[in-house]
T-cell receptor, first 110, second 115 residues
Framework: DVKVTQSSRYLVKRTGEKVFLECVQDMDHENMFWYRQDPGLGLRLIYFSYDVKMKEKGDIPEGYSVSREKKERFSLILESASTNQTSMYLC?????????FGPGTRLTVT | GNSVTQMEGPVTLSEEAFLTINCTYTATGYPSLFWYVQYPGEGLQLLLKATKADDKGSNKGFEATYRKETTSFHLEKGSVQVSDSAVYFCALSEGRIQGAQKLVFGQGTRLTINP
């Protein structure tokens, strides 16, 4: 079974902190994604990556950056966390025909 | 750009009731369509999908038919169970290269089934 794991299920950070959310997949997929989930808005794409060191902006990249140094790992970085970044963050990994999601990280910024 | 619109929730039903969750889309070309389900405390799981017009996806008693003429992909189940309580997301894939396609999601519909 494909596994997508995220480093934390719950995270509480203070405004202005630099935050790292880590995602690892074990199926050698080239494509990985970071989504943000908010009630009433569904999932919105933040960034995605087609390969190591490749990244592209999604629909809401402002305030975020990403890093993909190894194929299995895709990190989302909040350079200076703000309260409006309190949300559920979902990582996903895609094979040729199917997208697999991690369990999510619920981030609270106070 | 491409978009997906789902019926507003939350939806509350009694066990064994008939379920419909409406989903319509706007897209260029002919995207694949999906329903994902998120159970409490978990990530998203693929429930069913359809890749071309008139295809019917089905799984766990749920069904949805890809209707190109009405740009719809409504989710139905004949008799719901308490264990179906979850958030349901309709989605489409966009992008020319299949392996690199992105998913565009609707806003989600929270379903609660009472015993």
């Amino acid at each position: 079974d494909v596994k997508v794991t995220q480093s934390s299920r719950y995270l509480v950070k203070r405004t202005g902190e630099k935050v790292f959310l880590e995602c690892v997949q074990d199926m050698d997929h080239e494509n990985m994604f970071w989504y943000r989930q908010d009630p009433g808005l569904g999932l919105r794409l933040i960034y995605f990556s087609y390969d190591v060191k490749m990244k592209e902006k999604g629909d809401i990249p402002e305030g975020y950056s990403v890093s993909r140094e190894k194929k299995e790992r895709f990190s989302l970085i909040l350079e200076s966390a703000s309260t409006n970044q309190t949300s559920m963050y979902l990582c996903a990994s895609r094979s040729f025909s199917h997208t697999y999601f991690g369990p999510g990280t619920r981030l609270t910024v106070t | 750009g491409n978009s997906v619109t789902q019926m507003e929730g939350p939806v509350t039903l009694s066990e064994e009731a008939f379920l419909t969750i409406n989903c319509t889309y706007t897209a260029t070309g002919y995207p694949s369509l999906f329903w994902y389900v998120q159970y409490p405390g978990e990530g998203l799981q693929l429930l069913l999908k359809a890749t071309k017009a008139d295809d019917k996806g089905s799984n766990k008693g749920f069904e949805a038919t890809y209707r190109k003429e009405t740009t719809s992909f409504h989710l139905e189940k004949g008799s719901v169970q308490v264990s179906d309580s979850a958030v349901y997301f309709c989605a489409l894939s966009e992008g020319r290269i299949q392996g690199a396609q992105k998913l565009v999601f609707g806003q989600g519909t929270r379903l609660t089934i009472n015993p």
